[in-house]
């Protein structure tokens, strides 16, 4: 069993690296954060959240969780969210922000909450 967190927030992968495989998009916006979900999902990965929430953000992080399984099965719920979130992006979350440090907390906080 492993988690896999895809993030283009620094403050989330200095928090967790050394504890979880983080995926870090450096310079990436959250549709490229949403897009390398949806390659995991296809890798038999499962979504912990909904990555629809805080669409309108720069920062995105996704906490994606493989079984250890051998599964060829697609997770056709983590999928569908992920297309969700993929088709209603929102093209202005692609400017960094004026307040980027409360936005990457904000993130951050997220995260700590499906993983603590």
Known sequence: MKKVIVTNNSKVKDYYSGKFEVN???DGTSYKVLEEAKEAVKKGGVVLQDPRKNLGSYYKSLVV?????????????????????????????????????????????IVKKILN
């Open 24 to 26: 870090y998009l450096e």
């Open 65 to 109: 969780y493989f079984n250890g399984k051998k599964n060829d099965d697609i997770n056709e719920k983590s999928l569908s969210l992920v297309d969700k979130a993929i088709s209603s992006y929102n093209k202005k979350a692609e400017k960094k922000p004026l307040l980027a440090g409360i936005i990457q907390n904000n993130d951050l906080d």
